[in-house]
């Protein structure tokens, strides 16, 4: 009976809603015009949970409850393992290996975290929307969908008492019956109403507690804001525990480029006191032969000097091979001097030695004196340590044609330039290299302390290898058997020079690495005759000169006439030092490295204050009348000629008035 009662009704709703769409029957509106706007905002609320949920779980990159398996999919996790791969392969002792060990450990962490905080969303953002979607708002829809059907009761009882009405107004029926029939359905019309108005009710209490609740629900966006607050806060977390690790790792990294690296950096970062460049370069050409005609002056082969001074930026030093190109290393060596960011003399000596240029004979020296000492100790000591080579190569001066004028001429403008230069001035380049000549003539009396250059034997060849010595350090241990008496030291890390003297059978074993084949000196160049006087440029300076000359450059004291022989300058001069005494003969085991045997001596706190009283007993080379070329400058006058200077006593020293 129930069954087919619910058919009755479900074929009176079809036939209701039928004449309302036929417009034969009225569709009754039973909520009033709040309660439709409160619907309309349903259903917008709706619409946006049913978006945003969308989208939010479109970014996530993993759901589910397997941590493990959605942290393995996570592309941080997978690169932060590579990276820790890769650092294991390259070796967490170099420099890269740590950088991925570290920076694979960060990646790590943040995906561990990118994980919790996806997790965090799951729970606080989307599970409250999903239950939005799923039982507060199909709760409203049911309760709208019973509103209908009660409706369409409502008004097909209507219409079918109104019909019954209509009927017992017509003459000839039976009125008893439709007028039983017609208080029988305006029962079931009531009773239907009533039922709608609860529906009604029921669908007003829901839509206006799911209203009540638009706080609560808007509080799951602050939720999936807090939840990326503390991500990015924890990730913000490793990453600044992650970058200091690698800058320090960088920071004293000692295998760093080399040129172009200020000099205080590079010595800070490699521990040494003298430049690596600098250093190497110099017992290199010691070893080798300072008899090299034109050393300085004379360009190697740019490809040659481009892949030396790239082997000392990749701390990959074979000298081997240059055996006979000492040219390459001198100009390497001269390349360093000129791409240091500051000049070896540094910036602010330069009006200081400019200024020494325009003073008078007899205070140049002194201003100069002065001047050196204002120098910051790392400079300083690089300084004593290349001029103190330079007066050794210009000792030589009679085979490698190279006089501390040629020197200076070559390696003044490198080591100073004014602060707004990008490179070597020209204008000034020629005063600048008449006060190099100046330090080098007079080395020891600027420079009173020795300066142990060390051999090239002792220098160990830094391979770039984690795990095995380099070829010098294995011949170095391999001399040491289980008998010996030498105790132990420590090992001179690879990127030092250890100075000390070693006995024939070290030199033996020492020399399977590093060979030097003696070269033979240059034979003198054939005579030719006499030329007229003229100002000869630096490239044929050699070739026009007498041989009594030949060591010069530019042609100084050239007020003779041309038929007259000019006396060759470091013959006449006469010596200022006597011969020092040979050095004691040191033990045979490995001394103090340089740096104690140097530095401590002779630090930069125990230099004198003031100038010395004396002045060298020789003095400095007479600057010529002839204007110089544009290639190397065009210094004035500086001082009279050598024939207007006063006569020095023996004593060489300054009279009460000043003078010489």
């Known amino acids: 009976m129930l069954k087919k009662e619910n058919l009755r009704k479900n074929f009176l709703r079809v036939k209701q809603i039928a004449d309302q769409n036929l417009g034969r029957a009225e569709k009754s509106e039973v909520l009033s015009e709040d309660l439709q706007t409160v619907e309309k905002r349903v259903e917008l609320v709706k619409t946006v949970c049913q978006s945003t949920s969308k989208k939010i779980a479109g970014c996530l990159q993993g759901q589910g409850t397997d941590y493990e398996k959605r942290l393995r999919k996570l592309p941080e996790n997978t690169l932060g393992l590579g990276m820790i791969e890769s650092g294991t392969l390259l070796g967490t002792d170099s420099v890269m290996g740590t950088m991925f060990q570290t920076c694979g450990e960060c990646q790590t962490t943040l995906a561990k975290e990118l994980l919790q905080f996806e997790v965090d969303v799951e729970q606080n953002v989307l599970a409250p929307l999903q239950e939005i979607l799923d039982v507060e708002i199909p709760a409203i829809t049911k309760c709208k969908k019973q509103l209908s059907k009660l409706t369409l009761d409502m008004d097909s009882c209507k219409g079918r008492w109104n019909q019954a009405v209509k009927q017992t107004q017509v003459h000839g029926a039976n009125m008893a019956a439709v007028s039983a029939k017609a208080d029988q359905l305006k029962e079931e019309y009531e009773e239907s109403c009533n039922k709608m108005y609860q529906a009604r009710d029921n669908l007003a209490t829901e839509m206006f507690n799911f209203v009540a609740k638009e706080a609560e629900h808007s509080s799951k966006l602050i939720a999936i804001l807090e939840a990326q607050r503390a991500y990015h806060k924890k990730a913000l977390e490793a990453l600044e525990q992650a970058i200091p690790k690698l800058n320090e790792a960088l920071e004293c990294n000692p295998l760093k480029p080399v040129y172009g690296v200020p000099l205080e950096e590079h010595l800070r970062v490699t521990g040494r006191d003298i430049a690596l460049v600098l250093e190497v370069c110099v017992i290199f050409l010691i070893e080798g032969g300072l008899d090299e005609e034109g050393l300085f002056r004379i360009a190697g082969m740019a490809s040659k000097v481009k892949k030396l001074r790239n082997a000392f930026d990749a701390n990959v030093i074979d ?20 791409e240091l960011p500051e000049p070896l003399l540094t910036t602010q000596l330069y009006p200081d030695i400019i200024q020494a240029a325009k003073l008078p004979q007899d205070q140049r020296l002194q201003q100069l004196w002065s001047a050196v000492r204002k120098l910051p100790e790392q400079n300083y000591n690089n300084f004593r340590y290349l001029i103190k080579f330079l007066a050794k190569l210009a000792e030589k001066s009679d085979e490698n044609k190279m006089t501390p004028s040629n020197i200076a001429i070559v390696i003044g403008p490198n080591l100073l330039w004014s602060e707004g230069d990008n490179g070597p001035n020209m204008v000034t380049s020629g005063t600048i290299s008449n006060m190099i000549e100046l330090f080098i ?38 001399q040491e058997g289980p008998d010996s008496n030498t105790p132990d030291v420590p090992t001179t890390p690879p990127n030092q020079v250890e100075h000390r003297i070693i006995n024939d059978s070290e030199y033996a074993e020492v020399s399977k690495v590093q060979k030097r084949i003696p070269r033979k000196p240059a034979p003198p160049p054939p005579d030719r005759p006499n030329l007229p006087e003229r100002p000869y ?17 530019w042609p100084r004291q050239m007020e003779t006439s041309p038929g007259d022989t000019v006396p060759n300058q470091e013959q006449t001069r006469p010596k200022t030092h006597p011969e020092k005494p040979p050095p004691p003969e040191k033990p045979p085991h490995n001394p103090p490295q340089r740096s104690a045997t140097i530095s401590e001596r002779h630090s930069h706190a ?55």
């Not at 002045?615 to 065009?634: D, E």
């Open 319 to 338: 000298m081997e091979e240059y055996a006979q190109d000492l040219h390459t290393v001198a100009g390497a060596l001269k390349q360093y001097l000129r």
């Open 537 to 553: 440029s630096i490239a044929v300076t050699a070739q026009a000169r007498t041989p009594a000359a030949q060591s010069q450059t």
């Open 606 to 660: 125990d230099r004198p204050t003031v100038p010395p009283p004396e002045r060298p007993k020789v003095p400095p080379p007479a600057v010529p009348n002839h204007q110089r070329s544009a290639s190397t400058g065009t210094p004035g006058q500086f001082g009279p000629p050598v024939s207007n200077l006063p006569e020095i006593d023996q004593g060489g020293c300054l009279n009460k008035t000043g003078t010489l």
């Open 441 to 478: 003539t007079h080395c020891d009396w600027f420079f009173p302390e020795e300066v142990e250059f060390g051999t090239m034997a002792s220098f160990m060849v830094n391979k770039r290898s984690s795990s095995d010595l380099s070829e010098l350090d294995q011949s170095m241990t391999s």
